[in-house]
């Protein structure tokens, strides 16, 4: 029964140093998105243009 105690506290440490590392990097912007952003000025002509059509539809 104690293995289970000591197994137990082990998890909840791996558990919380695991939550502080997330903490850590998502602070830091480790999971910030470089990619999308320059990606995304190539493609404003198009999707400008689909709310254009999608307007004048529904003005029809």
């Known amino acids: 029964m104690g293995v289970i ?3 137990i506290c082990i998890s909840i440490f791996v558990a919380a140093v695991f939550l502080t590392l997330f903490i850590k990097s998502v602070k830091s912007g480790q999971f910030d ?4 952003p320059s990606v995304r ?3 404003d002509d198009e999707l400008k ?3 254009e059509n ?3 539809k529904q003005s029809n």
Do not use: E, G, H, V
Request: charged residues 25%.
């Open 5 to 7: 105690y000591i197994l």
């Open 33 to 36: 998105d470089q990619y999308t």
């Open 41 to 43: 000025m190539l493609f």
């Open 49 to 51: 243009s689909k709310k």
């Open 54 to 56: 999608k307007s004048q």
